[in-house]
């Protein structure tokens, strides 16, 4: 069962993904990147992980997924659609991203015997009485504090400068 | 069960979809979203190795990931914006204003 939605999960996420990257028209691609994301995030919940595959939802499909469609919207989608959608490089970088795919799956593949290994952390271990979004709040407020307010700094530099980015007079 | 190299095979398959897609496109729209689903991939092996580790740190770090995504694409977004309004134009290959 769980065999059977991992693959139909990652066929789909690979398919998606590939259209993402093919689609002529930006707004197609980011409906499909939509549907990879969704993908991932039923990936997440196999996994076990379920605020992160909620928070892959929330945060991606429904805040970043629609600052893009906002953006395209605002840059003229009809001129976009006319002109040759790849660059002149686009032979050799192919041929470049086919080999780095090889390349890490013959990695992952050769080096998969030190992933066997079954050692379990000593400090966090998954209970099962515990809820996965419970035990990862508890860790962002102590272990991952500091992190955490760092990580708080930066999406209020990154709000100002996406304000003062698209003032008009710059 | 599926072993976690499946995991790990799927991740390196968008990333290099994801590469791709910024080594090949013209348009600066699309060229984000493939490094958003680079960083996606990403995710997906820290979820993976915690899943088999049992340890929860990995999907911390794929909230903060996620976190660097959002600040990313915002920032990104505007330079974008910008851009079209000074340029007229969305094509990398027609930003060559640092040549000279």
Redesign the interface.
């Known amino acids: 069962m ?2 059977a939605l ?1 693959y139909i999960l ?1 066929t789909m ?2 398919a998606f ?2 259209l ?2 093919m ?1 002529s028209n ?1 707004v197609r ?2 409906v499909y ?1 939509i549907s ?2 969704l993908s ?1 995030a039923g ?2 919940f196999l ?3 379920e ?2 595959g909620a ?2 939802i929330l ?2 499909v429904g ?2 997924m629609v ?2 469609l906002f ?2 919207m ?2 003229s989608v009809r001129e ?1 659609e006319v ?8 032979k050799t ?2 041929v ?3 080999v ?2 090889f390349e ?2 013959f990695l ?2 050769r080096g ?1 015997d030190i ?1 066997r290994t079954d ?3 000593q ?4 209970e099962a009485q515990t809820l ?1 979004t419970e ?2 709040g508890g ?2 407020y102590s ?2 504090l500091l ?1 955490f307010e760092i ?1 708080s700094v ?2 209020l ?3 100002v ?6 003032q008009k007079q ?1 | 069960m599926v072993d976690v190299t499946h995991y790990l095979i799927l991740s390196t398959i968008v990333f290099s979809i994801g590469v791709v897609g910024v080594l090949t496109r013209r348009n600066v729209i699309i060229i984000l979203m493939s490094i958003e689903l680079m960083l996606n991939s990403v995710n997906l092996n820290l979820v993976a190795f915690s899943d088999r580790l049992q340890d929860l740190s990995g999907q911390v770090f794929a909230v903060f990931v996620i976190v660097v995504a959002a600040a990313e694409a915002a920032v990104g977004l505007g330079i974008v914006i910008s851009l079209f309004r000074n340029k007229e134009t969305v094509n990398v290959d027609e930003i060559d204003l640092l040549r000279g």
């Open positions: 769980e065999a991992f990652a996420l690979v993904a590939i993402t990257v689609a930006p691609s980011a990147l990879a994301l991932m990936l997440f996994l076990g992980a605020f992160v928070v892959q945060v991606y805040g970043i600052l893009f953006v395209i605002l840059v976009m002109q040759r959608k790849v660059n002149r490089q686009w970088a192919l470049l991203g086919i780095l795919s890490l799956v992952v593949v998969a992933f050692t379990v952390g400090e966090w271990i998954l996965n035990t990862v860790l962002l272990t991952y992190p990580a930066l999406l530099v990154a709000m400068a996406a304000v003062v980015l698209t710059l």
